[in-house]
């Protein structure tokens, strides 16, 4: 299955017959504006809960609202781009709201993963997914990296950590 950036409606033709086939769906969502190991840690393990992954995205509004002036770096196009050229994303889609709700909603993904930065109570949607009979998996945040961070770290000038051999 190649990977590709939808609309809400075609998420759900395209993944819905997946789960009347005994597939499992899993979705996940972010603004990921600046892709990092903890992004990629974060989905690859919300991958491995199910036979396709759709990424929910913020637009560039929303982003702008829930993290201030000078966000996103990234458009929400090209960060929709960079997200569904990686293997274990089937598919990607970008939603106008602050939160996906409505994507999770509709998609009632059979999984719905969150970061360990989110309480199992604070995670949007989780209600609507365990009511129709899915679960919500937490997933433990990758400490130190987080957009935000190395954001502040380019704008203070700061050096990256060096790796060891």
Do not use: Y
Request: aromatic content about 6%; hydrophobic content about 40%; proline content about 5%.
């Amino acid at each position: 299955m190649n990977s590709e950036i939808l609309t809400l409606e075609d998420a759900i033709l395209r993944f819905g017959p997946e789960k009347r086939n005994g597939k499992r769906v899993v979705f996940t969502n972010g603004c990921f504006d600046l892709l990092h190991l903890g992004h990629l840690w974060c989905l690859e393990k919300a991958r491995s809960f199910g036979d396709a992954l759709v990424v929910g995205i913020n637009n560039d509004t929303s982003v702008r609202e829930l993290k201030g002036e000078g966000r996103p770096a990234i458009p929400a196009n090209e960060r929709a781009e960079i997200l569904s050229a990686l293997e274990f994303v089937d598919g990607v889609v970008i939603f106008d709201e602050l939160t996906p709700l409505r994507v999770i909603s509709s998609l009632l993904p059979d999984v719905l993963v969150k970061g360990g930065d989110w309480r199992p109570d604070q995670i949007v949607g989780r209600e609507e997914v365990e009511a129709a009979g899915g679960r919500v998996e937490v997933i433990p945040f990758l400490p130190g990296h987080s957009t935000t961070n190395i954001l502040r770290k380019i704008r203070e000038g700061a050096s990256a950590p060096s790796v060891e051999a």
